[in-house]
T-cell receptor, first 116, second 111 residues
Framework: GAVVSQHPSWVICKSGTSVKIECRSL??????MFWYRQFPKQSLMLMAT?????????EQGVEKDKFLINHASLTLSTLTVTSAHPEDSSFYIC????????????FGPGTRLTVL | QKEVEQDPGPLSVPEGAIVSLNCTYS??????FMWYRQYSRKGPELLMY????GNKEDGRFTAQVDKSSKYISLFIRDSQPSDSATYLC???????????FGDGTTLTVKP
């Protein structure tokens, strides 16, 4: 299957700082990428849908000014958590969809964010 | 009420057992049904997907979809300790639509 990478795999930061997480599709072009957040022992919560070259579509209750998403190319989407606080500590996972595979999502390995 | 319901378990079985994992849903527009496996601290991995009703088999895994009952299942035959993970069902209503995930079932296969 297609490969999606994320960087960094884990990050610890101080409260008030911003953190950028990268999501890359390594062997295919992804016109659509998704960003999820997952708390311990809970399911995936979709935060936003990112389409290359256009603004991301955020789910209800997700602050777009706090979680900045940029999908500048067909292989890269970034999520920036601005002014992070301890309650933002979570596992952030991206996924990408191949243009010709409308039902398959390939997930990245996730980024564990801890805000002190 | 959630669109997709999945028993979180935990489910514990001995090695070699047949495992049955299930999800129910309420949205009759769902057309694509997926099962993902997620190991601890890792991203989900697609196991199988099925379009509409029917069965699909891949090695030790069999996915079943019954749209009339709005019920999907994943069977694992000859379960192995390496199958220990959280299994998530997911569904999509239309082409290129968003996936709706179940909460996941945590499975432990004991040697």
């Amino acid at each position: 299957g297609a490969v999606v990478s994320q960087h960094p795999s884990w990050v610890i930061c101080k409260s008030g700082t911003s953190v950028k997480i990268e999501c890359r599709s390594l062997d295919f072009q992804a016109t659509t990428m998704f960003w999820y957040r997952q708390f311990p022992k809970q399911s995936l919560m979709l935060m936003a849908t990112s389409n290359e070259g256009s603004k991301a579509t955020y789910e209800q209750g997700v602050e777009k000014d706090k979680f900045l998403i940029n999908h500048a190319s067909l292989t890269l989407s970034t999520l920036t958590v601005t002014s992070a606080h301890p309650e933002d500590s979570s596992f952030y996972i991206c996924s990408a969809r191949e243009p010709l595979s409308v039902n398959e999502q390939f997930f990245g390995p996730g980024t564990r964010l801890t805000v002190l | 009420q959630k669109e997709v319901e999945q028993d979180p378990g935990p489910l514990s079985v001995p090695e070699g057992a047949i495992v049955s994992l299930n999800c129910t849903y309420s949205n009759s527009a769902f057309q694509y049904f997926m099962w993902y496996r997620q190991y601890s601290r890792k991203g989900p991995e697609l196991l199988m997907y099925t379009y509409s009703s029917g069965n699909k088999e891949d090695g030790r895994f069999t996915a079943q979809v019954d749209k009339s009952s709005k019920y999907i299942s994943l069977f694992i035959r000859d379960s192995q300790p390496s199958d220990s993970a959280t299994y998530l069902c997911a569904m999509i209503g239309t082409n290129a639509g968003k996936s709706t995930f179940g909460d996941g079932t945590t499975l432990t296969v004991k040697p």
